[in-house]
């Protein structure tokens, strides 16, 4: 049922969306005023044809310089009402329609451009400020289910390299722990970590695992350079594997055997 109560669509459920589609495009504005977070009370609507009623007045007076600033007044929200908006459309029509042919009308609002532009913009600001939080809420809305995905994939992260962890895993819970610190250090579960890591046996494992990584990292390059036959850069390698991870001990064994075997 549309908003003026017309049956506009019964059926299969499928057809719906293009349906609302339709509705939308055609009472937009409508459903901007009535059901929008940009409520309108009252006081603020009364208060509104309060000034509308002067600004006739001194319309026929053609005091036109008070008529633009007592429009000027009028709250931006009070032309959610249709019937504020109407009649600041209509007001507005005849004043137009003096500008034609009264000069000093046309000097008022060249003397008052500023609150006239105001005054134009009264029912579209009320519509773009609608639209614009309209635009806020879907990109709160969007950053909502981007965090909750994001909360799902660390929470994973942490559970899977906890298990890794308790299976002195090492290497592989140390990786999935730096990608979460790197990766979301101010979120709850990067505190987490930060907790987890102040504790000395995890660090104690922490500086073994850096030790290792770098080890390999090295070993995978001084092969490269044996193979290139590169001996000098590829046994500079295999020492600073020996001095700076000894806690590595395959890498170390590796570089020490290498060592022995390229001093022949």
């Known amino acids: 049922i549309d908003p003026d109560g017309v049956l506009i669509w019964s059926g299969d459920q499928k057809k719906l969306n293009t349906e609302l589609q339709k509705i939308y495009r055609k009472y937009k504005k409508?459903?901007?005023r009535d059901n929008s977070k940009l409520s309108v009370d009252e006081q603020t609507v009364k208060k509104a044809k309060e000034k509308l009623s002067i600004a006739q007045a001194l319309l026929s007076e053609k005091k036109f310089d008070a008529v633009i600033q007592t429009l000027a007044k009028i709250p931006t929200n009070a032309a959610l009402d249709d019937s504020v908006l109407n009649s600041i459309k209509q007001l507005l029509a005849k004043f137009k329609s003096l500008v034609l042919?009264?000069?000093?009308a046309r000097q008022a609002i060249m003397s008052n451009r500023k609150l006239v532009d105001q005054i134009l913009k009264l029912g579209k600001r009320t519509e773009q400020t609608f639209e614009k939080n309209e635009t806020i809420e879907k990109k709160k809305a969007e950053e909502?289910?981007?965090e909750s995905v994001n909360v799902k994939i660390l929470r994973s992260k942490f559970e899977t390299a906890s298990r890794?962890?308790?299976r002195n895993k090492y290497f592989a819970a140390y990786e999935l722990y730096e990608w979460i610190v790197d990766h979301a250090s101010e979120s709850p579960i990067g505190h987490q970590m930060k907790e987890i890591q102040s504790r000395d046996q995890f660090m104690d494992n922490y500086f073994i695992y850096l030790q290792k990584k770098?080890?390999?990292q090295l070993l995978k390059a001084a092969k490269s350079m044996e193979s290139a036959g590169e001996i000098q850069a590829a046994m500079n390698n295999y020492r600073i594997i020996m001095v700076e991870c000894p806690q590595a001990k395959e890498a170390y064994d590796t570089a020490k055997a290498k060592l022995t075997e390229l001093s022949k």
């Open 101 to 104: 042919t009264d000069a000093e």
């Open 214 to 216: 770098r080890a390999d």
């Open 144 to 146: 909502q289910k981007n």
């Open 30 to 32: 409508q459903m901007i």
């Open 164 to 166: 890794y962890a308790q």
